[in-house]
Every structure is written in C-alpha cells, then in structure tokens.
Antibody, heavy 118, light 111 residues
Framework: EVQLVQSGAEVKKPGESLKISCKGS????????IGWVRQMPGKGLEWMGI????????RYSPSFQGQVTISADKSISTAYLQWSSLKASDTAMYYC???????????WGQGTLVTVSS | QSALTQPASVSGSPGQSITISCTGT?????????VSWYQQHPGKAPKLMIY???NRPSGVSNRFSGSKSGNTASLTISGLQAEDEADYYC???????????FGGGTKLTVL
C-alpha cells in the first residue's frame, strides 16, 4: 500500500526556521516525483514545487522560488520542505503528494499544519 | 502562472447530475490531456478522482466522469449523493512552468 506520512503540526515564531518531512512507503521512492502543495486557511490548493527522489532534480513554481527549499533523502525515502525565516503568511496546511504523470498527484500525505505567530 | 477558473459553488439535489467547469488557456488545459480532478472533504487531504481528463483511479465510483473541449475541462457527477458534498479542484500541466496549476476550487452542496 502506497503511503505518504508527514511530520506533525508545528507552531513557530516569525523569523524562525523550519523543516517538515514526508516519508514514502509501499512503492519505489526513487522512481517518482514528490510535490508540495500549500493550502492557506479557507483557501484553495497551490503548487509549490516538486523533487525527483532519484536524483533530487527540483522545480519550483514561480511564486515559491526563493521562498522555500525542497529536498529529499532517498536513503530514508523522505522528502522535505523547509523555510529559513518564517513569516506569518506562511501559516497554512502543507501537503506532500506523489506525482504520477503530467501534473497528477495520485497519493497524498495527511498534511502538516504550520502556524506562524508571535 | 494564473490559476484555472472554476465556479465558486454548484449545488444539486440527491440523484441529480451536476457539472463543474475548469477553464484554462492554450498553454495548459487546451494543449495537454493532463487534467486531473480532486475531491476534498473538510479537514481531509485531497483525493484524486479523475486523471488524464477522463480516467478514474481504481476505487472511484463510475458516477464521476471527466471530459475536455478546447480550453475547458469538466467534471460531471451523476446520481448525486450526500457524501459527494465537498470541495473539488481541477489541475492541469502547464507548459510555462513545466509544473502544474490548480483551479480555485468549487464547493459542491447537495441540497
């Protein structure tokens, strides 16, 4: 069974750094892209970027380029999303998802809620 | 990359059929058959319902169907049931970014 299990909810202050994780299982982790999707409170889904777990080739949506860093450790089948300096506007639910073909995400993690507040 | 355009809300009675539209451009929906649809219940992760315009993943009810004409894709749900009440998002591959783009989402209310 394909599963993506994300790290738990985080509460941070503005300016702090953060790295959240997404561990894949039940499939060949290195043969797929993993994407990250943001959902701000009460809002829609937004593509952030994707990483190919096999060689860490990474692509970012223009709105998120330079704002976050996506990485992966194939030895432990885990992808990451990190911030160096959080802002209140980063408060959102973040989902990881496995990309199949085109832009399709066929399996999703349960989401990680990030709250940034002073 | 601008989001795809979906109606904010649609509604229907149990047993009826509804259609949700998703309008893009000649750089995404219009040129690629990589349109997918997701269902999201409150507090839950999105779930893939349709991929590659009209294909259903294993386990998804055949009451859900997808189609595309020009720059507009559509999701049709027939025989509406109470459990279909959710938010629905379309997505397409976009050549401008080589990534994807989502629609703004449509809230389906089953009356």
């Amino acid at each position: 069974e394909v599963q993506l299990v994300q790290s738990g909810a985080e509460v941070k202050k503005p300016g702090e750094s953060l790295k959240i994780s997404c561990k894949g299982s039940g499939y060949s982790f290195t043969n797929y892209w993993i994407g990250w999707v943001r959902q701000m409170p009460g809002k829609g889904l937004e593509w952030m970027g994707i990483i190919y777990a096999g060689d860490s080739d990474t692509r970012y949506s223009p709105s998120f380029q330079g704002q976050v860093t996506i990485s992966a450790d194939k030895s432990i089948s885990t992808a990451y999303l990190q911030w160096s300096s959080l802002k209140a506007s980063d408060t959102a639910m973040y989902y990881c998802a496995r990309r199949s073909v085109g832009s399709t995400f066929d399996y999703w993690g349960q989401g990680t809620l990030v709250t940034v507040s002073s | 990359q601008s989001a795809l355009t979906q109606p904010a809300s649609v509604s229907g009675s149990p047993g009826q059929s509804i259609t949700i539209s998703c309008t893009g451009t000649s750089s995404d929906v219009g040129v690629y058959n990589y349109v997918s649809w997701y269902q999201q219940h409150p507090g839950k992760a999105p779930k893939l319902m349709i991929y590659d315009v009209s294909n259903r993943p294993s386990g998804v009810s055949n009451r859900f169907s997808g189609s595309k004409s020009g720059n507009t894709a559509s999701l049709t749900i027939s025989g509406l049931q109470a459990e279909d009440e959710a938010d629905y998002y379309c997505s397409s591959y976009a050549s401008s970014t080589t990534l994807g783009v989502f629609g703004g989402g449509t809230k389906l209310t089953v009356l």
